[in-house]
């Protein structure tokens, strides 16, 4: 398995930007589709952007499109996802998540994750 550390969380007030990283470690980075989920109190686990082990094709939820863009850096082994137009909605903890082969939307088919970062949207 590959080892996932977030960063950039924080609080921010509505219509702010965070630019959430994910350093990996332990295996070869570009073997792995990337993916980021997040949880708020009380709900599910959900997808929210993901990414291939190239970078040429990603994958948003509908409700941060236009609005959030997952890149990633296979020579710094990083993950990135920039949120722009923050909305309290979009309040929770950010994992990152790593899967051999194509990247998906079900949390329970990502092999690595991260401990998560909080964010934290104001209005």
């Known amino acids: 398995q590959v080892q996932l550390v977030e960063s950039g969380g924080g609080l921010v007030q509505a219509g702010g930007s965070l630019r959430l990283s994910c350093a990996a470690s332990?295996?070869?980075?570009?073997?792995?589709?990337m993916g980021w989920f997040r949880q708020a109190p009380g709900k599910e686990r959900e997808f929210v952007a993901g990414?291939?082990?190239?970078?040429?094709?990603?994958d948003y939820v509908d409700s941060v499109k236009g609005r959030f863009t997952i890149s990633r850096d296979n020579a710094k082994n990083t993950v990135y996802l920039q949120m722009n137009s923050l909305t309290p909605a979009d309040t929770a903890v950010y994992y990152c998540?790593?899967?051999?082969?194509?990247?998906?939307?079900?949390?329970?088919?990502?092999?690595?994750w991260g401990q998560g970062t909080q964010v934290t949207v104001s209005s």
């Open positions: 332990g295996r070869t980075f570009s073997n792995y589709g």
């Open positions: 998540a790593a899967k051999i082969g194509i990247i998906a939307t079900i949390a329970t088919t990502y092999d690595s």
């Open positions: 990414i291939t082990r190239s970078g040429a094709f990603t």
